[in-house]
C-alpha cells in the first residue's frame, strides 16, 4: 500500500514563529512605518506577502538616516553588538525577534572572548546567524569552520584557550566529528553544543523518514541554511530527494507509481506551503 509521511517537525520553528508573528501583527496595529532588518526569514513567500502590508525590508543600517522613523525588527538570526548600537544612534524604536538560542550564543562568545578564549564557530560565515555571532566576539580572534580540513588550518597554537560553538542550524552528527577532532588539536578547549533542539529533531526525524521513503521530498527556501542540510541528511538515505521551494517546483507525476513517499520542511515553511505539496502527492498516490 501506498504511504506518505509527513515529518511532525516540519515548518516554522520556535524562533521563526515568534518573529514572523511579531511583524504580522506590527504590520496590522503599527501607526508608524515598520522595517526588518534583512528578510525577517529565508522565506520568499512570506517576506513578499509582509511587503504588500507594508513592512519594508532594509538590506544596510545606513538606509535608514534617510527613512522615515519607526519601528525596526531584528529578524532570528540576531545581528552584531555594533549594530544594536547603531539602530539605538538613529532613533529607531527597536523590537528584537533573535532566536532565544541565538542570543544564547551572543553571550556565551562575548563572555568566553572577554576571558581570553579564541572562539571557533562550526558554521557558515556568510549566513547572517554567524555574522552577528561574531559580532559579539570582542576583541579576541574568531574562525568559522565547515569541515575537518577548516579545523586542521586553524591558526591556533597547542595549549591555547578555545571555545568552540555551532550555528543554532548546524548539522549535529557533522558538528560530533568536529568535536572529536578538534579535540586532538592539544587546545585547552570548551566545547559548547549550541545547536537548537528544534533543529536535533528535525534532523533526525528526516534521517529516519528518508531512510524509509522511495522518495522523499524537501520543502524550504534556496537560501535557507536549516533546509539546505535536511536536504543533504535526506539525499543521503534517499537517493531520489527533491528540494523545492513551492509546488509549483515539483512535478508530482513523477511519483505516480512510488510506494513511499516522505515529505519535511525547513524553519521557515509556512503551514500551508507543506499541506499544499503533501495534498498534491496524496492525488498522485
Same mark, same amino acid.
Given at each position: &500500500? ?5 515529518a511532525k ?12 508573528? &511579531? ?24 517576506v ?22 519607526g ?6 538570526h ?8 547603531? &539602530? ?23 563572555e ?20 552577528? !555571532? ?25 595549549g ?35 545547536i ?6 528535525r ?51 513523477? !511519483? ?30
Amino acid at each position: &500500500m501506498m504511504k506518505l509521511t509527513v515529518a511532525k517537525s516540519a515548518g516554522f520553528c520556535f524562533g521563526v514563529k515568534r518573529a514572523v508573528n &511579531m511583524v504580522y501583527s506590527q504590520a496590522d496595529e503599527s501607526l508608524v512605518p515598520v522595517y526588518t532588518y534583512g528578510p525577517i526569514i529565508h522565506n520568499e513567500e512570506v517576506v513578499r506577502d509582509l511587503e504588500g502590508k507594508g513592512v519594508h525590508v532594509i538590506r544596510k543600517l545606513d538606509e535608514l538616516a534617510v527613512l522615515p522613523k519607526g519601528k525596526i525588527v531584528i529578524r532570528s538570526h540576531g545581528i552584531s553588538k555594533a549594530e544594536h548600537e547603531k &539602530m539605538n544612534a538613529l532613533g529607531f524604536e527597536i523590537l528584537d525577534a533573535t532566536c532565544p538560542f541565538v542570543l544564547k550564543i551572543h553571550r556565551l562568545v562575548e563572555e568566553y572572548s572577554a576571558n581570553g578564549y579564541t572562539i571557533v564557530i562550526a558554521g557558515n560565515a556568510k549566513h547572517p546567524e554567524v555574522e552577528g !555571532i561574531l559580532g559579539w566576539v570582542g576583541n579576541q580572534k574568531a574562525y568559522t569552520v565547515l569541515d575537518a580540513e577548516d579545523v586542521d588550518k586553524l591558526p591556533i597554537r597547542s595549549g591555547e584557550k578555545v571555545c568552540f560553538v555551532a550555528q543554532t542550524t548546524f548539522n549535529y552528527n557533522k558538528f560530533q566529528e568536529l568535536v572529536e577532532i578538534i579535540k586532538k588539536k592539544g587546545y585547552d578547549i570548551s566545547v559548547l553544543d549550541t545547536i537548537c533542539n528544534a533543529t536535533e529533531e528535525r534532523q533526525a526525524e528526516a534521517r529516519e523518514i528518508a531512510s524509509q521513503s522511495d522518495v522523499m521530498i524537501v520543502i524550504g527556501d534556496k537560501h535557507s541554511s536549516n533546509t539546505q542540510k535536511l536536504y543533504e541528511i535526506s539525499k543521503k538515505e534517499c537517493a531520489n530527494t527533491y528540494y523545492i521551494q513551492t509546488s509549483k517546483d515539483m512535478d508530482f507525476r513523477q !511519483i505516480q507509481s512510488i510506494n513511499n513517499v516522505g515529505i519535511t520542511a525547513g524553519a521557515s515553511t509556512p503551514n500551508y506551503i507543506i499541506e499544499e505539496v503533501s495534498k498534491n502527492v496524496r492525488n498522485e498516490l
